[in-house]
């Protein structure tokens, strides 16, 4: 069975600091894995895929077959990036999410 | 376009009622998929439809059914409701089915507290 785990609930760290999220999942398949981002009071949304191997609002995340991990970074931390952020994974036809991290941003 | 829209935003229910949530996706999406969102925790996976037929079901009871409408709408009811079913549900929508080659549009959920 596919499993993302998203191991810190919270993170928090000082604008223009770096910023790394961890996700780290099991999948017996080839996986394809997505960071999905929540904004106060607004949906969840995509923020990246693996696939598309892009970089948006400066986030990036390489996939790692041989640590099974997909961790999100950012070199600079902005406050507008303060929000919730879900690491999931592709089946077919579902998304598999993690528990989220919460990242605030302070000035 | 609005979006993914869900209805009612939010409702209150007591146990052993039975509920119905409506999601109507993007226009020209014909996947809808529904997700249940516990405190804490991230989206649970419950149905997927496409082209109106079930086209996967996640481990939730039977206690749980969706349909999709002509017009790609759908709804999900649940049936006996528990304390444990108080959650978010998720709607999401997308053009084709499989979930690793699109993107997923989530609406804005509807909080469903169960008394």
């Known amino acids: 069975a596919q499993r993302v785990t998203q191991p810190e609930k919270l993170l928090s760290v000082f604008k223009g600091a770096p910023v790394e999220l961890k996700c780290n999942y099991s999948y017996s398949g080839s996986p394809e894995l997505f960071w999905y981002v929540q904004y106060s009071r607004q949906r969840l949304q995509l923020l990246l895929r693996h696939i598309s191997r892009e970089s948006i609002k400066g986030f990036t995340a390489d996939l790692n077959k041989g640590e099974t991990s997909f961790h999100l970074k950012k070199p600079f931390a902005q406050e507008e990036d303060s929000a919730m952020y879900y690491c999931?994974?592709?089946?077919?036809?579902?998304?598999?999410f993690g528990a989220g991290t919460t990242v605030t941003v302070r000035a | 376009d609005a979006g993914v829209t869900q209805s009612p935003t939010h409702l209150i229910k007591t146990r052993g009622q039975h509920v119905t949530l409506r999601c109507s996706p993007i226009s020209g999406h014909k996947s809808v998929s529904w997700y249940q969102q516990v405190l804490g925790q991230g989206p649970q996976f419950i149905f997927q439809?496409?082209?109106?037929?079930?086209?996967g079901r996640g481990n939730f009871p039977d206690r749980f059914s969706a349909r999709q409408f002509p017009n790609y709408s759908s709804e999900l009811n649940v049936n006996a409701l528990l304390l444990g079913d108080s959650a978010l549900y998720l709607c999401?929508?997308?053009?084709?089915?499989?979930?690793?080659?699109?993107?997923?549009?989530f609406g804005p959920g509807t909080r469903l507290l169960v008394l």
């Open positions: 999401a929508s997308s053009f084709q089915r499989l979930a690793g080659q699109e993107t997923q549009y």
């Open positions: 999931a994974l592709s089946d077919d036809y579902k998304l598999s």
């Open positions: 439809y496409y082209e109106k037929e079930e086209r």
